[in-house]
């Protein structure tokens, strides 16, 4: 009867230490509460509300405040076009006419022009119909713009250069 005995005390020692079986195995969840007042509910409500509210951030317009003229095309001479930019708008001459669009610059230098409105004056000379078609072929086309302090460069889908601009500021 000893070692016997031994091992029915040592089972009945673990199961009264386990409880109910299997509870030694069992995950337990222990429930914390936080008491939270009304003055301190309205404030969590009020915070997340303003935060459902809140806006993302705004893409960088790193062109805005900038003027340019363009300098690569010479059949525009004396009037060539031009680009402005003011927050997320550009606007300018295209050589004949007015024009304004929506400047959408994204992920590091891409740049596209959308939304691009023109006035619809008659134009005298040819060339000015001419440097009008091609400066709104170029805002068109543009994809990728690369500027410093003096020259902006823009760029089509393929990466070709599609017009060049020195600053007028």
Not at 59 to 73: A, E, H
Not at 116 to 132: D, L, P
Request: charged share 25%; hydrophobic share 40%.
């Amino acid at each position: 009867h000893g070692a016997v005995g031994r091992l029915v005390a040592r089972q009945q020692y673990r199961s009264l230490l386990a409880g109910a079986e299997g509870e030694l195995h069992r995950c337990r969840r222990k429930r914390f509460g936080v008491s939270v007042g009304p003055r301190l509910m309205r404030a969590l409500v009020l915070a997340l509300a303003l935060a459902a509210c809140a806006q993302a951030p705004a893409q960088q317009d790193y062109l805005t405040g900038t003027s340019w003229q363009r300098v690569d095309d010479e059949n525009a001479m004396p009037h060539p076009a031009t680009l402005a930019f003011e927050s997320g708008r550009a606007s300018g001459y295209t050589g004949c006419n007015r024009w304004s669009g929506d400047a959408v610059q994204s992920g590091g230098d891409e740049l596209r022009f959308e939304n691009v409105a023109v006035t619809e004056m008659a134009c005298v000379a040819e060339v000015q119909m001419a440097t009008e078609r091609d400066f709104l072929a170029v805002i068109n086309a543009t994809r990728r713009a690369h500027y410093d302090d003096r020259a902006l460069v823009l760029f089509d889908a393929q990466d070709n250069q599609i017009a060049r601009f020195e600053s007028t500021q």
